[in-house]
Each structure stands twice: as C-alpha cells, then as structure tokens.
C-alpha cells in the first residue's frame, strides 16, 4: 500500500491518505445496520470488520483516515473536531474542542494560543489525549501520547493558508486570559488590522502548533445492545513501529 503524505483536513488542499484502490483486503464497502435505541440506522461503513485489521506500522493511521474521511461525508460540521485533554502543573486535568489540522504517521496536529491554558498546560505535563465522537457514525477514537511543538515552517505554512481575519484574531486575542469586554476585543482587532495594513500578516510568536504522537489509538464502534467493538492499538515507544493490538470489552 502506498502512503501519499500529511493527510491536512479541511481545504481544497485535502490529500486521500489512501486511494479507494489501495484499499487493503480487510476493508470492503459495506452496508451494516445496526440497532440502537430502538432506531435502526443504516450506516455505510468502509470496514467489513475493522477489528481484524493486521497491526502493521501504518496499519492505525489508515484507519483513522478512513474514518474521518466518513465523519468528513457524513457529519453535519467540524468532523475534524475533537476533545483534547491535558493536566496542568498540579496534576488536575482540562479539556475542551478543538480541530485536528493534519496528521500521518507521526501524529495528530492541532494549532492554538501557547500562552492559553492548554499551552501552559502542555509546558507544564508534555502529554496529552484526544477523544473524537462521529454521532453520524457512532464511532469514537482515542489517541493519548506525548506531544511535541510543530516545526516554525509547519506552523507558518498552516498559519499562512488561514484567512486573514483568523490571522488577525491571533494575534487580537490573548486566549484564556480575561476580557473586560467585547469592544475591547475589536479595539484589539482593528489595532492589528491598521498595524498590517498592505503588509504580510506574520505568525505570531505566540502561536503555533502541537503534535500528538501517539502511543496508544483506540477505535469504538457501536453495536447492539452495548455490547460494542473496542480494539487497542498500543506500543511502548512512539518511535516504534510495531503495535500490539488487544480486543476489549465494552
Ligand atoms: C468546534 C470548536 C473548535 C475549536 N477549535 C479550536 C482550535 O483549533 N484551537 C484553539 O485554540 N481553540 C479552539 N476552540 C476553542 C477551545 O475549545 C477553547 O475555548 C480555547 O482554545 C481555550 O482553551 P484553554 O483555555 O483550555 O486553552 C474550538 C472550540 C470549538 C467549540
């Protein structure tokens, strides 16, 4: 199978991880029915049984890209949204949504504010996990693992392709910290509009980009009578490349 590169959400610049032909034999089209509160839902899924996938290197980050690439048809907005869970220096944890930007093999990438909570946060305790839930789908990922900062090319080529407004507001908004109010806000905003005027809007320094690297991808799929599919990709390190895979209960 051939692997085409970062797979980036969103965008006309969206690249197939995978082509439909390079399928691998594990996965058909397929439609499945399921019962659910007492609803049957047709679903068209790309796996015939996901849980038997072979755990080679690749063998999670493929299926995630199909799955997402089913979220993408068949949500209503933001498939790529997702919630991400950091502790902070006293051992407490957070969460909130935010949006996957990209990801391949060496992991999921979100950008954000590296003053805000979360950036503080993954200064603090360099890990985190992220959950997606595809309602459309019922289907749910997992991914926990370390994270490191994207590259400053990586974070102003994403940072670039944003429209100007998103450009602006990064640098208006001085994310998690307390706002008197709105006006203030769009004081902050026009500031910065007047200061790049007819320039190029750079990256602030402020904000960039995190990585993921996953050490552990979960994938659930729901069946009837709660009696769902779990399967675990896990592996010690995230340089390495072998897996270990285990079926759960539900
Ligand atoms: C659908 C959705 C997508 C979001 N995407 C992002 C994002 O990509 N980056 C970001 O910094 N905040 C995003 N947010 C806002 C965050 O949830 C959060 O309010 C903000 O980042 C501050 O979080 P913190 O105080 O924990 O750092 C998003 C919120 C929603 C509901």
Redesign the pocket.
């Known amino acids: 199978m051939q692997q085409k590169g970062i797979f980036a959400i969103g965008g006309s610049s969206r690249q197939a991880y995978i082509s439909e032909e390079e399928f691998p034999s594990f996965i058909q089209q397929v439609i499945f029915s399921m019962t659910s509160s007492d609803k049957t839902t047709q679903t068209r899924l790309m796996s015939s049984d996901f849980t038997e996938i072979e755990p080679t290197a690749s063998a999670p980050f493929e299926l995630f890209a199909l799955w997402m690439a089913d979220a993408e048809q068949s949500e209503l907005n933001?498939p790529n949204?997702m919630s991400?869970a950091?502790v902070d220096g006293q051992g407490v944890p957070?969460v909130?949504?935010?949006?996957l930007?990209g990801f391949d093999e060496r992991g999921f990438v979100?950008?954000?504010?590296l003053q805000?909570?979360?950036?503080?946060?993954l200064l603090a305790n360099p890990f985190a996990a992220l959950c997606f839930h595809w309602k459309t789908l019922r289907r749910q990922v997992r991914v926990r693992g370390p994270i490191e900062q994207v590259s400053d090319a990586e974070a102003d080529s994403y940072y670039q392709s944003r429209s100007e407004g998103s450009r602006i507001g990064a640098w208006a908004s001085q994310?998690?910290r307390p706002l008197e109010s709105r006006a203030d806000l769009e004081r902050a905003v026009d500031e910065y509009t007047k200061r790049f005027a007819g320039k190029d809007i750079p990256r602030p320094p402020h904000w960039s980009g995190f990585r993921v690297k996953p050490t552990e991808i979960e994938f659930w799929h729901d069946r009837p009578y709660r009696l769902h599919d779990r399967i675990v990709f896990k592996r010690s390190d995230f340089k390495s490349k072998s897996w270990d895979k285990q079926r759960f209960n539900p």
């Open positions: 933001d949204a991400v950091t957070n909130r949504t935010l949006l930007k979100f950008y954000t504010n805000s909570n979360k950036g503080l946060e994310q998690s």
